[in-house]
């Protein structure tokens, strides 16, 4: 039997006609009642969930973040400022971060927190997490990032891989846009099909690729970056986005489902499994500096957290919680080793030219 989610889907194909993935990633992940973010009742972030993430592996990551964001505000010029977390999931990142500011009182009082969250029932967690730290009145919640006035600050983790793409697959010279169809099987209801590609989108492909090969872009993370830009170039603002993908713009198929800590059928369960792809880092860096914006090379997480102390604060842990030792040599390997998280996420940072006389962001 098809689940809500399926049937919604399908019926939409047999009005519409096939959808294009990223309509398809769109709907399956933030359909205000049945995407998979906003229909999970227990939380998918975390042990117990679909997937664990940086935040949820260890306190020192947001311990890195936080003491980052002061040395940013700091060279800012310390005035009020609004920190925005893109997509903050259980707000396990913001908690951690606000309690690194403890110890900057001016900070907390001057700090407005706004959360960009589509989900309901995250955003009841992230406010659940955040309010032992800070006075709700001076937090507030949105869909998408809106216009802001004044300086900011703008972070998220795993948070631009959950932004819809679209792939193009060249057959015989030509590309293609793929599809999702209703195709009833055996174990699923969809299949991939493919349609003319969008002209709008012709122009980012490239043009001397093999047949078969599969290229992806994604509009939907240009704009957002474009929004960022917008907002951080109205005064001054500073940008930090960590996420997996790769530094250097190819070819290939990175779309990907998980469930339960475990890689499933992007079109099986659809609604249950969080889909994602990889970050084409360098196709964003291009938008960033068509805007005469500043972007810092692009690194990965382990140089980044490396470069930040996390080693330091892992000893310091280590000497106050001598029983935690395997665990915290094991969270600290998970977050900046090389076959871990370590070199696959990479730290993307970028600023408005009014900061750049005056800021130069630790980490790069
Ligand atoms: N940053 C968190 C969670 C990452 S999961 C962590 O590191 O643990 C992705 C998060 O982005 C979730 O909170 C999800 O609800 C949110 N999200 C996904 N798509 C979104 C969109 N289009 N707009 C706003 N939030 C979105």
């Known amino acids: 039997m098809a689940s809500d989610m399926q049937t919604y889907l399908i019926n939409q194909i047999k009005k519409q006609g096939p959808m294009t993935l990223g309509n398809f990633i769109e709907r399956a992940m933030t359909h205000p009642q049945l995407g998979y973010y906003a229909s999970e009742s227990t939380h998918p972030i975390g042990k117990k969930g679909d997937f664990i993430t940086a935040p949820e592996v260890s306190q020192m990551f947001g311990e890195m973040i936080g003491a980052w964001i002061i040395d ?22 913001m908690a951690d971060i606000m309690r690194v500011f403890k110890a900057m009182p001016a900070l907390t009082q001057k700090v407005h927190i706004r959360f960009i969250e589509t989900s309901k029932s995250l955003q009841e967690a992230q406010k659940n997490a955040v309010q032992e730290y800070i006075d709700l009145k001076r937090v507030s919640w949105g869909e998408s990032l809106s216009e802001q006035k004044g300086p900011c600050i703008i972070i998220g983790n795993e948070f631009l891989d959950a932004l819809p793409i679209e792939q193009a697959i060249r057959k015989n010279g030509k ?72 530094d250097k713009t190819h070819c ?21 499994s969080d889909i994602t792809s990889h970050i084409d880092f360098e196709s964003l860096c291009e938008v960033i500096k ?15 957290l490396r470069k930040l102390g996390i080693e330091h604060r892992a000893q310091t842990l280590k000497a106050s919680a001598k029983d935690r030792n395997n665990d915290i040599n094991s969270d600290l390997d998970r977050l900046v080793g090389r076959k871990q998280m370590g070199d696959l996420f990479k730290v993307l940072c970028f600023y408005s030219k009014k900061s750049a006389s005056a800021v130069k962001p630790n980490g790069f």
């Not at 174990?187 to 349609?195: A, K, L, P, V, W």
């Not at 068509?290 to 980044?304: A, G, L």
């Open 175 to 246: 590309w293609y846009q793929r599809t999702l169809d209703f195709a009833p099987e055996e174990d699923r209801f969809f299949s991939y099909g493919e349609q003319a590609m969008d002209l709008e989108l012709i122009q980012y492909l490239p043009p001397h690729v093999k047949d078969n090969e599969i290229y992806e872009i994604s509009p939907a993370r240009n704009k957002f970056i474009k929004d960022c830009l917008r907002i951080i170039n109205n005064d001054s603002g500073v940008a930090l986005f960590i996420d997996y993908g790769h």
């Open 252 to 272: 290939g198929d990175t779309l990907q489902a998980v469930r339960k800590h475990e890689y499933t059928d992007v079109l099986g369960d659809v609604g249950k």
């Open 290 to 304: 068509k805007h005469d914006t500043h972007c810092e090379p692009v690194t990965t997480q382990r140089y980044f």
């Open 72 to 93: 940013v505000w700091e060279q800012m010029g310390g005035d009020e400022i609004t920190l925005i977390e893109c997509g903050p999931g259980r707000g396990t990142l």
